[in-house]
């Protein structure tokens, strides 16, 4: 398995409240992906890196800003926590090479805003 | 349409039996697709990726149909241990960072 960790793995925030979730990985790839998986939609894109301090949005970026200070870790904030954020957040690691963007991805966090 | 679309199932289907799924794009310039495997609450693993007319592993085979859009993932002699949710993926330009996940096909492999 790809070295990828996430931490927490599971929160219970209050709305109102600012709260970072941590994507730390161990194979030097390149290009870091935050997403949400939510009933009936599948994984939507948050963010994404293409390097240290490269960032670009996704579909769904609205209320979530993330930053890369270093290959190895990608952290994701929300900086109000809203009840529609309540979600499973998963992060992605990816190395283009001939094999396309093939992704690897972390447990997951599980977070609830009440 | 959506972009990337599949049966939500769930299929039922004893061991030992073939099952096969459909996903289909809408963006006719796809380059790159992808099954990915998710088992409940966990996160999705890369299963197999297709290109050109598809390959084969194992038991798992998948195609690529690019005149009709679609690609699809067959499992041959089905056991318990794949019940999962199958997800399609698709990576809209070579090269392009963003992929497009489906919201994936329930497969229950009953004994």
């Known amino acids: 398995d790809a070295g990828i960790t996430q931490s927490p793995r599971h929160k219970v925030t209050e709305t109102g409240t600012p709260v970072t979730l941590r994507c730390h990985q161990t194979e030097n790839h390149r290009y870091m992906y935050w997403y949400r998986q939510d009933p009936g939609h599948g994984l939507r894109l948050i963010h994404y890196s293409y390097g240290v301090k490269d960032t670009d949005k996704g579909e769904v970026s609205d209320g979530y800003s993330v930053s890369r200070s270093k290959t190895e870790d990608f952290l994701l904030t929300l900086e109000s926590a809203t009840s529609s954020q309540t979600s499973v957040y998963f992060c992605a690691i990816s190395e283009f090479k001939d094999r396309g963007n093939e992704q690897y991805f972390g447990p997951g966090t599980r977070l609830t805003v009440t | 349409r959506k972009e990337v679309e599949q049966d939500p199932g769930p299929f039922n289907v004893p061991e030992g039996a073939t099952v096969a799924f459909n996903c289909t794009y809408s963006n006719s310039a796809s380059q790159s697709f992808f099954w990915y495997r998710q088992d409940c609450r966990k996160e999705p693993k890369l299963l197999m990726s297709?290109?050109?007319s598809g390959n084969e592993d194992g038991r798992f085979t998948a195609q690529l149909n690019r005149a009709s859009q679609y690609i699809s993932l067959l499992i041959r002699d089905s056991k318990l241990s794949d019940s999962a949710t199958y997800l399609c993926?698709?990576?809209?330009?070579?090269?392009?960072?963003?992929?497009?996940f489906g919201t994936g096909t329930k497969l229950q492999v009953i004994p």
């Open positions: 297709v290109y050109s």
């Open positions: 993926v698709v990576n809209s330009q070579e090269g392009y960072q963003k992929v497009t």
